[in-house]
């Protein structure tokens, strides 16, 4: 496939005159041999453990000494008998759909008003997009000073119109969401710019042809926009899973997991058991889960769009 | 009718723009306020005092983790992409069913989510004693990010260096080495640029990895030390502000100057990714 129109930074190569076949050589040693450093790599840091790690799901080690006891299915057992984990898990899950949800609305809807004729674009789209680049654990920590009780920015407002201040990052009714929309505010950007580049891909002559055949905005949207974008979404939805399903950073920064277990996701929960309760035959078991959830989601969401495009 | 439609676009685009500031504009107004002044978060304080900034960089010790910071990213990039491309090299040029299996078994290693392997991964590091040394996370960093790393010079070296050129330069005599250095590596600047900016990135920006394997003080990284210091000075909220504007500071100003870079690289990793 020497599709070169797809890349957008390519420069032309020239292509030797000459095309006759190469005479068979050896020549020192094959090529193949290049990306053995790679194998050794991660099966070290990554296969090793991760096998490693269902063994240590089936005994009761404590994370430093050296033995551990086999204990069969006890951790599992554990795992789904305790009501907390249907909490973590169901917390797991907001933010993984939740910001997906809307990272991918909010970013269309841009995407759609920068493909508009308008001033300032640029600009516009950097300050939507600078987020992306800085530690979600530093964006954390920039939302609890609008978000905090004692002197927050919100509460500023909310006192300034005669209610009380409210604790919102200490409601466990709220403050999943918030930490849902702290990450959805600082990824949108990503799904924005995918949008950006799907939407200029379409051509203008669809829309010419539907607008003289009479159809509305809302029927060429529905018809012609959404379908052509099915790569882009494909694409955003499955990121967008991933990320916020492993969530992490915003949340040790915003509420710890807190009060309780009321914003805990299985990775701060697992941080949480390893660290500060040494229940690592525990947490290597929830790992699992969290493993099991991402790939079957991930990998549904990825399939159902995949046939869409094929439909599309 | 088409100047006014511009009109509302652009006071929608003004609308969106100033609430995508607003955090930030919060984050300044709080750091230059010193502990006794409890005024509104939204109101700039009316004398200036950098005091704020230069205990943050003091007491979290900035400067090493700042130094930390740039030695971590850079290895790690660097090996990146030599590791990477030359990977990439034999997958994209020899299409034997052998590599094709390679091929998809290193990419599927993406959808290993690196939290879930945490337990087993930091027992490991505890094992050979990588606990709070910069190879052990380098070397963490590098596995994590390989596959796409992989995948990015997989994919561009197929579609857009032709093989014609291997072979015209194989005729000539040089070795395949030779030719993946000379040759091919020097086309790769695309993709390597893409490379460079979404890992280099991630790296930079990691806590999940560091805040595990970087406990001493003189290890710490940004976010480990922004962390630790958030944590014991959560009180003083002016200064801690100040801490957070630093730690994001060197990445805010790379991304202003190669801001085309950042969109067109990003997108490019995840459209393929």
Redesign the interface.
Known sequence: ????S??????P?E??E???P?PKKK???H??W??V???I??S???????L??VR?SFTNWN?YSQTMNWIGLDNYIRMFTDPNTWLIVKNTLIYGIGSTILQNGIGLL?AI??N??????A?????????????????G???Y??F?YN???LN?IITLFGFEPANLLGNPDVNVWLITFVNT?QFLG?AM??YL?GLQGISKDYYEAATLDGASSWQQFKNITLPLLIPSIT?NVV?NL?NG??L??VI??MTNGGPGYASQSL?TM??QL??ARQD?GY??AL??L??LI??II??TALIYLRRKEVEA | MDKQKKVVWTILGITVSLMHIIPFYILMTTSFKNSSDFSSKWLFPDYLDFSNFSNAWTQAQMGTALFNNVVITVISVTALIVLGSLAAYPLARVASRLNKVMYISFVAVMIVPPLTILVPLYKFIVDIGGLNTIWAVVLVHVSFWLPLTIFLYTGFIRSTIPKELDEAAMIDGASRLQIFFRVVFPLLKPVTASVIIITGMFVWNDYQFSVFFLQDKDAHTITVALSQFFSQYSNDVGLVAAGSLLGMLPMVIVFLFLQKYFIAGLSSGSVKG
């Open positions: 496939m020497n599709n070169t797809s890349s957008p930074h390519l420069k190569v292509s030797p000459s095309k006759k190469v020549r020192g040693f090529i193949n290049l990306y450093p790679v194998i790599l991660m070290v840091f990554i296969i090793y453990p991760f490693n790690g240590i994370g841009y008003l920068l508009k004729s308008m001033k300032f674009r600009v516009t789209r950097t300050i939507v997009y600078l987020p992306v680049i800085i530690s979600p654990l530093i964006m920590y920039i939302w000073f609008i905090q002197g927050g920015a500023d505010y990503i710019i995918i580049a694409i990121i991933i399903l492993k992490f950073d040790i920064a990775s697992m941080y390893y660290f690592a947490a290597a790992g699992n969290m493993f991402i790939v991930s990998l």
